[in-house]
């Protein structure tokens, strides 16, 4: 037997092709296969030793069933021959077997023998789906429940937002409302008008929060911040934006050039 026949017997009983190359290296330097160089034909050619073919199957680990499957679609296709020189235990009498059996149990046989690959396929393949699609589901379970919890933080930041909004409004009509009773008694005290006297430069920090340390920039940076937020376009309050507009103006022109 050549080497392209040990490797087509091999291959025809189911062993991988990476494993076919290392036994036929094997048994080519063990002396019991030989290679024969030039275009050998795969296909025609036969070997005339029955119990070689299944000594190698043997080898290689392939199982019992399998290899008198094998050896007995090799005969019936002409692919080796046995002239009755040896007879080993194979599990059968070959000479009975070559003179009794006919070839289309050999084919159904081998019909079986196909069917059974392909279902043993066909479970991988479906195992592995399986696994995708659980492992798809357990990756959408994941997505919705971030998303859930996005837009659940989405909503707590914009009532924290708003309240805050609220929070500044209601300082600034309270601070307005403190000004004009302020003013109220000045007027009375000294008989002028004064509804919305000029408060010192530090004043102006500390109606912010801010340090009174804090630069001109930033001073105006919390008014503008603050006019955006009472703004009437932005549904503010217009006598708190009046009252903002007017410290932000006073504080702007007595530090024009700083």
């Known amino acids: 037997m050549n080497t392209d026949q040990a490797f087509d017997l091999l291959k025809d009983a189911g062993v991988?092709?990476?494993?076919?190359?290392q036994f036929v290296r094997r048994w080519m330097r063990e002396g019991r296969i030989k290679y024969e160089g030039g275009n050998v034909s795969r296909k025609t050619g036969s070997s005339d030793d029955t119990d070689l073919a299944f000594d190698l199957l043997q080898d290689a680990g392939v199982s019992e069933r399998i290899r008198i499957?094998?050896?007995?679609?090799?005969?019936?296709?002409?692919?080796?021959?046995?002239?009755?020189?040896?007879?080993k235990d194979a599990g059968f009498n070959i000479e009975d077997m070559v003179k009794k059996l006919p070839i289309n149990e050999v084919k159904v046989q081998n019909k079986d023998e196909i069917i059974?690959?392909?279902?043993?396929?066909?479970?991988v393949q479906d195992t592995h789906i399986e696994g995708m699609e659980e492992l798809h589901e357990t990756a959408k379970k994941t997505l919705i429940q971030q998303r859930e919890m996005y837009k659940k933080e989405v909503v707590i930041l914009r009532n924290e937002k708003s309240q805050l909004q609220n929070e500044v409004k209601d300082l600034l009509t309270e601070n307005i409302e403190l000004r004009n009773e302020?003013?109220?008694?000045?007027?009375?005290?000294?008989?002028?008008?004064?509804?919305?006297?000029?408060?010192?430069?530090d004043d102006y920090s500390k109606k912010l929060g801010l340090s009174k340390k804090a630069t001109v920039k930033e001073v105006l940076a919390g008014y503008k911040g603050l006019l955006k937020i009472t703004h009437p376009d932005h549904n503010g309050n217009s006598k708190v934006f009046h009252y903002i507009k007017t410290d932000y103006d006073n504080f702007r022109n007595g530090n024009k050039g700083t």
């Open 16 to 21: 991988t092709e990476s494993n076919s190359i």
């Open 69 to 87: 499957q094998t050896v007995r679609r090799w005969l019936s296709e002409g692919r080796i021959k046995y002239e009755g020189k040896s007879q």
């Open 116 to 123: 059974y690959r392909l279902k043993l396929k066909n479970q």
């Open 182 to 201: 302020l003013g109220k008694l000045k007027e009375n005290q000294t008989g002028h008008n004064h509804t919305f006297p000029i408060a010192q430069s």
